[in-house]
C-alpha cells in the first residue's frame, strides 16, 4: 500500500518500519539455509515457542519452535538434505500492521535429477539438471517480540492447481481491493 | 549506483527514497499472486489508466489498466490457473530517479509435470513435479502518482536465446557504464 | 539479527545502515543481466580489483576484476548466452558489519531445453520449457569503498548433495547460533 501517512509519522516511526521490513526479509531469507543443512538451531529462533508450521494436509507439520526444529533432524530430513536438497525462495511480499506482520512467498524444492543424460552448457560444465520437486505458496503470521521478530503461523500449500493455494495467495491482496 | 550524495541530501529525502524503494519491491511481489488467483482488482490498481502490458510480437499483451486486468479473467487465463499455474519472481534490480523508476526482474511461469512418474523424496512427498514453461526478463517503468506507485509500461521478453531479452536487461546495466 | 540497538545508534547511522542493505541487494541483482549479456563493464566495477570468483574445483574461476570481467566474454560464455542462458536469483540474506557484509544467496542457472515435446500453456503459449543446469549456493564477501560497495570474494558451489555448499550456507546461519 502507498505510504500516505508520511507527513504524520515520526521520523523514527518510519526507521522502525524500514527496518522491520529489512528483519523480516532476512528472517526470510534465512529458511533456505536452515532447511538444506538441517539448522535446527535456526528454526528454534525464528519460530515463536507456540508457534506453528502448517504444512496442509498431506504432510506432517509441526506445533512449538522445538518440534519445528526436531523436524529438521529427522533421518527423512537428513535423507532428503544428502540427497541433494534446495529451497529456492522467491520475493516476498511483505504487510506490516504495527507488532504483526504477514509475509507472502513462493517456494521452490529442487532436487537433482535422479537419471537421464548430463547436458554440457558451455564454460557451465556437464549436469544432469535438477527437477522442481514442488512448487508452495508460504503465508507467514510474524509477531514483533523483544528478541526480534518470529513466527506464530507458517503455512504452505501447494501450488499444483487445488484450490488451497490460491485461498493463501488471494488473502495478501486484500487490502488492495479497498478503495484508497 | 553507490549513494555517494548521502552527504547533501536531507534526511527526509533520503527516507523517502528508501520507503520507494520497499514500496516497490511490495508492488513487483504482489505480481506473481495476482496472475495466479485472477486478481483484476490488484492489476487495476497497479498499473497506471493507461499503462501498457507489452509482451512481445508472439502473446497478447493489454492497454490500459483495465484491459490488463481484464487478461486476468479470460477463459485462457483461468483456464491455465485451473491447471496449476505459478508465476516466480526473481530478486528485481530498481532504479529509481525522483518521480519515475525501473525495475528489471526475471520471472519464471511453472506449471505442473503433464505427465511422468512421481517421485518420493523423503519428508516432502510424492510428486511428478512442475516443469518450467518459460522464463522470462521484465522492464518495468514506474511513476509516482499521489495514490502511490504505477505502472507506466511492462515490457516482458522471453530468455530463450534471443536478441530481446538481452537488449532488455542491458538497458538495466547501462548506468553501470559511465565513470564514476 | 534483530536491531536491538536501535537506541543506542543515531539517524544517520540507521539510515546509512539500511542504505547499505539496499545498495547490496541491487548489487546482486544486477548479477544476473551481467552475466547473462556479458556486461563485463559491470563485473568490472562491482568486483574489488584484487576480487576473486571462487567457482570450485570443477570450473575455472578468476582472480582480479578485470580477469573476472573477461570471463563473460570468452567464446565459451559467448556460446552459453546464445543458447539462451539465465540466471535466477533467489532472494538473498545480507549480514553487514561496519565496512564488512556477507551476502548469502541460492542462484539457478536455467537453459531451454534442448529437445522435446513443445506444451502448450492457454494464454501463455507453446515452449518445450526451461532446465535447470545447476543450482548454486553463493557466498559474497564484500567491502565499503569510496565507490560503493565492492565483492571481495564469491564462492559458487553446487546444490547438489555435496558437502560444500551446506559449510558455505551454514556460515550465514553461525550468528543465529549465539545466546541472544
Same mark, same amino acid.
Given at each position: ?23 523480516? &526479509?532476512?528472517?526470510? /531469507? $534465512?529458511? #533456505?539455509?536452515? @532447511?538444506?543443512? +538441517?539448522? =535446527? ?43 541433494? &536438497?534446495?529451497?529456492? /525462495? $522467491?520475493? #516476498?511480499?511483505? @504487510?506490516?500492521? +504495527?507488532? =504483526? ?58 501450488? =499444483? ?20
Amino acid at each position: 500500500m502507498p505510504a500516505r501517512d508520511a507527513q504524520t509519522r515520526t521520523l523514527d516511526e518510519r526507521l522502525r518500519a524500514i527496518e522491520d521490513r529489512l528483519e523480516i &526479509l532476512n528472517l526470510i /531469507a $534465512g529458511h #533456505p539455509p536452515s @532447511a538444506d543443512t +538441517g539448522a =535446527d538451531f535456526y528454526a528454534a529462533r525464528v519460530y515463536a515457542e507456540d508457534g506453528v508450521f502448517d504444512r496442509g494436509e498431506h504432510l506432517s507439520g509441526g506445533h512449538g519452535n522445538a518440534e519445528i526444529a526436531a523436524m529438521l533432524q529427522t533421518p527423512g530430513h537428513q535423507a532428503a538434505i544428502h540427497g541433494g &536438497l534446495a529451497h529456492f /525462495a $522467491g520475493l #516476498p511480499h511483505i @504487510a506490516i500492521d +504495527g507488532d =504483526d506482520a504477514v509475509v507472502t512467498s513462493y517456494l521452490m524444492i529442487l532436487t537433482p535429477q535422479p537419471s537421464g543424460e548430463a547436458i554440457e552448457v558451455p564454460n557451465h560444465g556437464a549436469s544432469r539438471g535438477f527437477r522442481i520437486h514442488r512448487v508452495g505458496a508460504n503465508r507467514w503470521e510474524l509477531t514483533r517480540t523483544a528478541d526480534g521478530w518470529k513466527i506464530k503461523r507458517r503455512t504452505l500449500r501447494p501450488l =499444483d492447481g487445488s484450490d488451497p493455494a490460491r485461498a493463501l495467495l488471494r488473502r495478501a491482496l486484500e487490502p488492495y481491493r479497498k478503495s484508497s
